[in-house]
């Protein structure tokens, strides 16, 4: 539970990224394997097992079950999480921590899964977080900003294409059931046609460039 005030509720943005920078990224990122129970209108639950630090290249092309078994021995946590729908970048969203072994038969018994490389990397005044996602979900690449109350004037990474914090084909929940390499064509084909899109309403926000994006 956050200790800002807000309680049970997360506030982030999302981003579709794009030649996110080499020097951004991790040699030994977290590796995350979750699968839903639920999901079903935004709300979910969801087990997530996580391998802290795992040395790269990864084999993107391996399922998600397949990258649990390969990385079962270094899972070091393990968390039952329960969501609610996304309302203009605020979610709830509640975390509790579980015996590892027993997240990870959960995950290999439970339903659709989701995996990904989380990158974390302090960009600016914020720290963000680049999932790098694999199996049925690649080549997808999202980046995400999270913090203790909304999330305004934010300076957002050149490599980020188009915000998706509200399209609900971009939340991990959904993506287990309909995943990003399905219909990666058809949304590259969406985005030239309609073009980039970022939220009103978030105060100041800006491009950033430069060291960041090179």
């Not at 999901?39 to 993107?60: E, F, H, K, T, W």
């Not at 399922?63 to 970048?89: H, I, N, Q, S, Y």
């Not at 989380?118 to 790098?132: E, F, K, Q």
């Amino acid at each position: 539970m956050s200790d800002t005030g807000y309680g049970d509720f997360e506030f982030e943005r999302r981003f579709l990224a794009r030649d996110v920078p080499a020097r951004l990224l991790e040699t030994a990122p977290a590796l995350i394997v979750q699968s839903y129970y639920l999901a079903d209108g935004g709300y979910a639950l969801r087990v997530r097992a996580q391998a802290s630090s795992v040395d790269v290249p990864v084999d993107l092309g391996l399922d998600e079950a397949a990258l649990l078994e390969r990385f079962a021995d270094a899972v070091d946590f393990c968390a039952v999480t329960v969501k609610g729908p996304m309302a203009g970048g605020t979610r709830y969203e509640a975390e509790r921590e579980i015996d590892a072994q027993v997240g990870i038969e959960m995950v290999r018994r439970g339903g659709a899964r989701v995996a990904k490389l989380r990158h974390s990397v302090w960009l600016g005044d914020d720290g963000w977080v680049v999932d790098v996602f694999a199996g049925a979900n690649a080549p997808l690449v999202v980046a995400e900003v999270e913090r203790g109350g909304p999330v305004t004037d934010l300076a957002i990474p050149g490599f980020c294409v188009t915000e998706v914090t509200e399209d609900a084909r971009f939340a991990n929940d959904a993506l287990a059931h309909a995943p990003f390499g399905a219909w990666a064509d058809a949304y590259a084909a969406e985005l030239a046609a309609a073009g980039p899109r970022f939220l009103p309403g978030f105060g100041h926000d800006h491009r950033m460039s430069g060291a960041y994006d090179r």
